[in-house]
């Protein structure tokens, strides 16, 4: 069965600095992994999707890593802001379409 | 970008009665929704897969009498949590994939309901 794990499952930053997230799975066998942004009581906002042949992809301040064989994807947020405080989710998607969701990690970004 | 609407975003209801959840794409076409809970502070889980036209599959867990998932269209599936408890009280989200776009395998996600049941 597959598990997804996240560290930290918090973090708190200063304004400026890089956020590292981290995202590790059990079973390399996925069909793709993707990350999310959850604002309290909210629904979910897509990041970035990798599909299972690629190794990253990257959206403005936003890069993400996908290493399969060691179970693992890391999300970098460049010059963090106060309006990336959030929780971050990662999800590893099967060919079935279903996703597994990680605990996530909550960010804070103090000015 | 696809949207995906889903109502009510809060309702509050006495025990035993029945609520209905309703998610809709508004600009595209979705064969599949899922059904998600979410528990405060925690992850998402996966309750069911609802195929337009067909049984949702539920979850291993998932008491499918209780959770009645119906896709009648390819732009709306329900939810209704049938004789609600405040052990339902929860935060459900439902996403929908694009049919179009299955190699993909992309999802949209609503803004979620939140369930209290008293």
């Known amino acids: 069965k597959q598990e997804v794990t996240q560290i930290p499952a918090a973090l708190s930053v200063p304004e400026g600095e890089n956020l590292v997230l981290n995202c590790s799975f059990t079973d390399s066998a996925i069909y793709n992994l993707q990350w999310f942004r959850q604002d309290p009581g909210k629904g979910l906002t897509s990041l970035l999707l990798i599909q299972s042949s690629q190794r990253e992809q990257t959206s403005g301040r936003l890069n993400a890593s996908l290493d399969k064989s060691s179970g693992r994807s890391t999300l970098y947020i460049a010059a963090s802001q106060p309006g990336d405080s959030a929780t971050y989710l990662c999800a590893v998607g099967d060919s079935w379409g279903k996703l597994q969701f990680g605990a996530g990690t909550q960010v804070v970004v103090t000015p | 970008g696809a949207v995906v609407s889903q109502h009510p975003s809060r309702v509050i209801c006495k025990s035993g009665t029945s609520v209905k959840i309703e998610c809709r794409s508004l600009?595209?076409?979705?064969?599949?929704m899922f059904w998600y809970r979410q528990f405060p502070k925690k992850s998402l889980m996966l309750m069911a897969t609802s195929n337009e036209g067909s049984k949702a599959t539920y979850e291993q867990g998932v008491e499918k009498d209780k959770f009645l998932i119906n896709h009648a269209s390819l732009t709306l599936s329900t939810l209704t949590v049938t004789s609600a408890h405040p052990e339902d009280s929860s935060f459900y989200i439902c996403s929908a994939r694009e049919s179009g776009n299955l190699a993909k395998n992309i999802q949209y996600f609503g803004a979620g309901t939140r369930l209290s049941v008293l």
């Open positions: 600009d595209f076409q979705a064969t599949t």
